[in-house]
């Protein structure tokens, strides 16, 4: 499989798909063998067609893992090893590890009452103390929003910590830099 990315015409990425990443290795031969191929196959007929499709997605343990795992690498990125290395964090730790009973994710409804937008499609992840746990909001796609309890009976202080990742546009923000350009952006 041979893979370019779009909107690019004079240079550009392109990457090839195996199995074990060895099999074909991406070289200069390989080039010029597809590009013979090309050249020496029919030449493309412009066929349009009605796309259908339905599509459908599994939310399992594995998801919910993920989630944690995400949470708690970014929480180790923001306060340290020596933090999560905290045996309040043992059980979490365990569970992404392990599996077993999810006592730690919990899928949230949309809120779109919320007045602080975030770019489209965007991944947020926001962590913070609440009712005395450390938890923190995975949301994906700006749209499935995920509570991750990272340690119950936090009693230390923390201050909110948060990272938006605008994919599209090849943008990280703070949470506290993102708010502050908000803010500046707002109308008045």
Known sequence: MLGIKSGIEE???CFIASYDGKTNPFTQTLVSEISNALNNSIS??????????????KIDSNY???CAKIAFNFLAFCSGKDFVL?????????WIVNGGKNEFVHILHPNKTSTLKFP???HQIIIFVLDGN?????KLY??????????????KKFTIQGLICDWKNEK???FYEYIASSIKDAPR
């Open 120 to 122: 489209e499609d965007s």
């Open 172 to 174: 990280e923000y703070e």
């Open 11 to 13: 240079n550009y990425s």
């Open 44 to 57: 493309p007929v412009l066929v349009t067609s009605q796309v259908r499709t339905h599509q459908s997605a």
């Open 142 to 155: 700006d749209n499935f929003n995920n509570l991750v309890i990272l340690c119950r009976n936090f009693d």
């Open 134 to 138: 450390l938890v923190a909001s995975v």
């Open 86 to 94: 905290n045996s309040k964090f043992n059980p979490l730790r365990d």
């Open 64 to 66: 919910y893992r993920c």
